[in-house]
């Protein structure tokens, strides 16, 4: 009655099973028990067989996974079999022999564990190799193919992943469900096969029902990559669909928004709308949010989120939790809030992990507590916490920043003899530390250290080694560091091509060095280093491909990004004037106006007073702007009425100012040149512009808001350059850009002074209208390239 007992099991614990399936239920019964009494006839010993390895299922679509949990069919051997079967499974797949596919691996591997029930339905054999598989509890196939594919995406195997896949699409006894689905995602966004994982999201039948778990594993997939924009479009078409997001499909999105910095506001939006469809949030919700306001370092809302999450019944901090608090308080350099957070950690029995005492260490960076990190770092011990790479380089970082590179040079030393590795990082702070003292040789040789280490050497470590080289104006060694780069295949950053523009500028000594360093961008195999290459050697481009070459330039740089924008510009505008590439750097400038928001504040402009303050320029880009500032000047003082304008002005302040001009100015009428012989070019947006005076149009003003010229002849009584960097000046500045604006204006005897050393150059408004009318003043405000102006 074994065989009867097994079969009436199935049906008992399968009641989806309709009534009229009952007569083949029983006549499958019956004939399994006459086939067992047929067997035992001719069976050398009827106890060579037990009835519980029968693994017989009803033939028909009834779903039989129910029975998995079964404590009948599931023991600890089969357990074990199961596992043996995987592991023997994938290795097969991972190494086929040559005579055999994945797909005929697979289908062999049917047909030998359903083959064990060929003697007991012989007369349901039709002669097919497949017809094993008509045998074989499709629960069994699927489990095993499940777990094979699994392991497949651990071990990065995506294209063998397909190919499983694949065959069982080719199996008709098989039935793909939506797990089996999740699985292959999950494989293929987990080895970055996207476009794969989702054309098979695509493609799927419509027979298989697209649920939560599935669209979740394509979501993950998606924000693993941050690919935000694609995983928005999934994340609202799930919704459109009536597919109910759960839990951990708002946890992904939120997720995705804090690693791409899309900022806190966005994440409590998307908080607010989960909490609104009635989806409860866990802990894991409250440290995505405190962990979205450590970047902008948003405490009180880190704190506010806190207190509200220790509020909610069934919701206690973990160890994350407290340790995403901390870091939002390290990175506000909030040394004494960390320490609390900590000791509220400890009070509330929960353990510190290595992570809790690398932010607390963090936290004493800003505010120089060398004496706290080490006790901190020593503290470690008592809780049973190894440190790590990332707490030693925390520590040579707070050593770093207080100016101690003895104690930052004995922490690293510590951290080798402790046997760890150490990382790009450790050498990268290591090197910045002495580069700041002007230990140029200790940087090369920490440099040459990590050289022999070649895997941990990154675009960091050898841009602060070039930095290095750059200072000391050692510009063959900056050749020799290149050349490491290129063989490591490292391409440069933003902040590496930054590095070699300023060197270029300032620090080559003769034309050969000049052209190495050119060379050295050239052969990069980067986007970013050709195009810089292009716009300072290249003078046949237009001014339409000079922008092209800009915009794939700082395509490179996110635009919030300011620092990075501004110093690449800056560096730019720096090396093309030093290389005589005047009328380029004005169109360089002109597109960093136009493209950013950084030098929005150029330009003020009043009734009584025009002013250019180039505080946040370098020393290349203050003298492009003077130029074309001058030259905005001169179109405007072409529609001006100078007999009018000279009858409001007082002769004395005229008189003073023409004096300044005479001794200010060193050309010689000689070399006076004719007004119509060049027309002046002006490539930068200033304001205000001659539309604008025409127009009689609205001029912004820093200061005052918005103003109207009632006049449109009129022409200010003072212009005003602001450079800054003066002993009595109310503003900085850099001392660079005062003396190149200095050196120009006595070059081109403008008629602007200073007093008192106050930081800005200050002309009358009627002497400079004078000058700019003067016949020879656009010839002097032209701005050529070297090139172009020697084959004139």
């Known amino acids: 009655m074994g065989p009867l007992r097994l079969t009436l099991q199935h049906v008992l614990a399968c009641p989806c099973v309709p009534c009229y399936r009952w007569g083949s239920v029983m006549r499958l019964c019956l004939r399994r028990f006459a086939h067992v009494v047929a067997e035992t006839s001719y069976m050398d010993s009827p106890s060579s067989y037990s009835w519980r390895d029968l693994d017989y299922e009803v033939p028909s679509p009834v779903d039989y996974s129910g029975l998995a949990h079964r404590p009948y069919w599931v023991t600890r051997e089969k357990l074990q079999a199961r596992d043996d079967e995987k592991e023997k499974l994938v290795a097969q797949v991972l190494n086929p022999r040559d005579e055999f596919s994945v797909k005929d691996m697979l289908s062999c591997w049917v047909r030998k564990i359903g083959s064990r029930h060929h003697r007991l339905m012989q007369e349901n054999t039709d002669g097919n190799s497949l017809s094993g598989a008509r045998y074989v509890r499709y629960e069994q196939v699927a489990r095993t193919v499940n777990a094979v594919l699994q392991e497949l995406g651990r071990k990065g195997y995506p294209d063998e992943a397909l190919q499983v896949l694949e065959w069982m699409q080719l199996q008709g006894w098989c039935r793909l469900d939506p797990h089996l689905y999740t699985t292959i995602i999950d494989t ?21 029902k697209k649920d939560t778990v599935l669209y979740n594993s394509l979501l993950h997939a998606y924000c693993k990559s941050g690919q935000v924009e694609t995983a928005n479009e999934l994340f609202n078409s799930m919704k459109q669909k009536d597919c109910r997001p759960d839990l951990s499909t708002y946890n992904t999105i939120m997720n995705m928004y804090v690693k791409t910095d899309v900022g806190l506001t966005k994440v409590l939006s998307l908080f607010k709308e989960m909490c609104l469809q009635g989806i409860q949030p866990d802990v894991v919700s409250y440290d995505i949010l405190l962990a979205a306001c450590a970047p902008k370092q948003h405490v009180k809302e880190a704190q506010r989120i806190f207190d509200t999450m220790k509020k909610r019944r069934g919701i206690k901090p973990t160890v994350v939790t407290y340790t995403s608090l901390i870091t939002v308080y390290a990175n506000a350099g909030d040394f004494r809030s960390a320490m609390q957070v900590f000791g509220e950690m400890v009070a509330e ?7 809790t005492f690398t932010s607390l260490i963090n936290s004493c960076r800003k505010g120089g507590h060398v004496e706290e990190a080490q006790t901190i770092f020593e503290a470690m011990k008592e809780y049973g916490v190894k440190p790590n790479v990332v707490t030693y380089n925390a520590l040579i970082n707070v050593y770093t920043e207080r100016g ?14 402790s046997g760890l590795q150490p990382t790009g990082v450790s050498f990268t702070v290591l090197m910045s530390s002495f580069k700041a003292t002007g230990a140029f040789k200790e940087v090369l040789s920490i440099y040459d250290q990590a050289k022999q280490l070649k895997t941990v050497c990154s675009v960091q470590t050898f841009t602060e ?28 950053s933003a902040v590496t091509c930054t590095v070699l523009l300023v060197a270029l500028s300032s620090k080559c000594s003769n034309d050969v060095e000049v052209f190495d360093l050119l060379h050295s961008l050239e052969v990069f195999d980067s986007e970013l280093a050709q195009c810089c290459h292009l716009l300072l050697t290249n003078s046949s481009k237009t001014d339409t491909e000079v922008f092209n070459l800009l915009g794939r330039c700082f395509n490179h740089i996110p635009q919030e990004d300011e620092k990075t924008w501004t110093a690449l510009g800056s560096s730019l505008l720096d090396a093309l004037w030093a290389l005589g590439r005047y009328r380029r750097a004005a169109l360089v400038l002109g597109w960093l106006c136009d493209n950013s928001n950084i030098h929005d504040d150029l330009c003020t402009v009043t009734r009584n007073e025009w002013k250019l303050d180039v505080r946040r320029l370098s020393s290349g880009g203050a003298i492009v702007a003077l130029y074309q500032w001058l030259a905005h000047l001169f179109l405007i003082a072409q529609q001006v009425d100078l007999l009018e304008y000279s009858d409001s002005e007082d002769d004395s302040n005229t008189s003073d100012s023409y004096e300044d001009f ?10 006076r040149l004719d007004e119509s012989v060049v027309n002046v070019e002006v490539t930068v947006p200033y304001l205000p512009s001659l539309v604008q005076f025409e127009a009689k149009e609205s001029i912004h003003d820093g200061s005052e808001g918005m103003n109207v010229i009632e006049e449109t002849k009129a022409f200010p009584r003072f212009v005003t350059i602001i450079t800054g960097w003066g002993k009595l000046s109310k503003e900085e500045g850099r001392s660079q850009v005062r003396a190149g604006i200095e050196r120009e204006i006595i070059k081109l005897g403008v008629p602007f002074r200073t007093s008192n050393d106050a930081g800005r150059w200050t002309a009358n408004g009627e002497a400079l209208l004078r000058w700019l009318l003067r016949p020879e003043t656009p010839s002097r405000l032209t701005l050529w390239d070297m090139s172009a102006r020697l084959s004139r």
């Open 188 to 208: 293929l966004g987990s080895s970055g096969c996207l476009d794969l994982a989702k054309k098979i999201f695509s493609d799927m039948d419509d027979s298989v």
């Open 349 to 355: 029995k929960c353990q510190p992990n290595v992570k």
């Open 404 to 417: 101690e590179q003895d104690g930052a040079q004995r922490v690293f030393l510590q951290m080798v003899q």
């Open 465 to 492: 080694a070039l930095d290095a080289c750059s200072k000391a104006k050692n510009i063959p060694a900056m050749i020799k560091v290149l050349d490491d780069m290129r063989a490591a295949a490292c391409p440069p």
């Open 662 to 671: 005479a001794a200010l100015s060193l050309f010689e009428d000689n070399a």
